[in-house]
């Protein structure tokens, strides 16, 4: 198996791309898809100071790296959630990815704000499922650290974003995929919020975390197992396999007519009573959940 | 003297193990994996489907949930 690029011993097979690639020319291939994303979808400006929401998994890690390789002022956030040996593994990746590149990493953690609390604890005197807890306090938190940046950046993939696009579908949850974008904008004090890997799949994220010598966590968290994410994943690959290409077909067809699920008027936001953060509601959901969690500690 | 060769697959915390030198797609077949949904590494190293392999290889899954 020849690279297509240099002729030399290609390592890895995209057949999505009709593609045979060694080391070398697909880190040049991914940096330049990469490039190109943030350009045709006006992700970023050069110049912009990019706030990156890692993980410690392959896709935020490998996401800084190519921001940084790119050549843009790229700070990192790291958000305990407080999931056990999950959490301590993950930021462990995170900052000695940080050191490693002389990167800054700004910390946030979930039980500074719920009394020491963390998202399991949480999430059962909520009542409420982990991962949404999860998903509310990581966005609020997320927004919060990003105030002194221009844009803020998250490793979404396309893997990602078709199987919530088929969630989407199959559910037609319209109000859903209005909001689903590469780029959502700026809203008075909501940061902007930009996902330059959309075109990338997660083997491609996984391959160039392993070439480019980036030490992320394996683990799972142990709240994502059986979640309807991995079995639309699993469907759409078994199709990716019969006929390669079927991934990005959907979410670039997606692009192309979400326009038609916009709604015409987006719902007005004002500020929360308590803290300021944009919201629908006098009191955002993010206080809400906090005032509820804390009167019963 | 014949030598024979084995191939030893760490997946998930479970060890496979194939008599005789495979192709690493023929390995994937026989575990009834997506190429799409795994990467095969030796060592450090990224290992092309074409390529024979023998000794220990590790079969890595990319895809994440939540």
Known sequence: ?????????????????????????????LQRRVRRTIGSLRLLSPGEKVLVAVSGGKDSLSLWDLLL????????????LGIGEYSQKSEEKAVSFAQRKGARLHIQRVKDYFGGLAIPEIARRAKRTSCSVCGLVKRYLMNQSGRCFDVIA???????????????????????????????PDRESLRRKVKPL????EREMAAYALIRGIDYILDECPYSQGSTSLLYKSALNRLEQES???????????????LAFVAKEEPELQPCENCGYLTTTQICSFCRLQQRVLERV | MEHSSTVRVSYLGKVYEFEGRLRAEKVLQKLNLNPEEVLVIQGNRLVP??????GEIEIRPVISGG
């Open chain 1, 1 to 29: 198996m020849k690279c297509r690029m240099c002729h030399g011993r290609a390592v890895i097979k995209l057949p999505a791309h009709n593609l045979n690639l060694c080391e070398n020319c697909f880190v040049t291939f």
């Open chain 1, 69 to 80: 390789e790119l050549g843009y002022q790229a700070e990192g956030l790291y958000i305990d």
């Open chain 1, 154 to 184: 998250t490793g979404h993939n396309l893997d990602d974003e078709v199987s919530f696009l088929l969630g989407n579908l199959l559910n037609w949850q319209t109000d859903a995929l209005a909001r689903q974008a590469p780029s959502l």
């Open chain 1, 198 to 201: 959309v075109l990338c799949s």
């Open chain 1, 244 to 258: 390669p290409g079927t991934k990005l077909r959907f979410y670039q067809g997606f692009l192309k007519s979400r």
């Open chain 2, 49 to 54: 489907p074409d390529e024979l392999v023998e």
